[in-house]
């Protein structure tokens, strides 16, 4: 579990369980804006990943998936 006032430079193994965290926290029903002031980060970032998860997990449909995106910028990258 994160606590408060971690580190926000860590590994990227860490800041992806922080974000599962959040995530997590806030479907639960916390406010993203209380996670925001305890946990020290951007409220709107955590709307975003909360967004980004409902994605991820066919809930919603209006963005790509994070799969989609990484395939898309692995292609951008392959065409330069």
Do not use: N, P
């Not at 990227?12 to 406010?31: C, D, K, T, Y």
């Not at 955590?46 to 980004?52: E, N, S």
């Not at 809930?59 to 392959?78: G, H, N, P, V």
Request: hydrophobic residues 35%.
């Amino acid at each position: 579990m994160i606590r408060k006032g971690q580190s926000k430079h860590c590994t990227a193994q860490g800041r992806i369980a922080i974000r599962e965290q959040l995530v997590a926290l806030a479907r639960a029903g916390r406010s993203v804006e209380s996670l925001a002031r305890e946990y020290e980060r951007c409220a709107a970032t955590i709307h975003d990943w909360v967004k980004q998860a409902g994605v991820d997990d066919d809930e919603r449909d209006d963005r790509l998936t994070s799969a989609d995106m990484e395939e898309l910028r692995q292609l951008r990258k392959d065409v330069r």
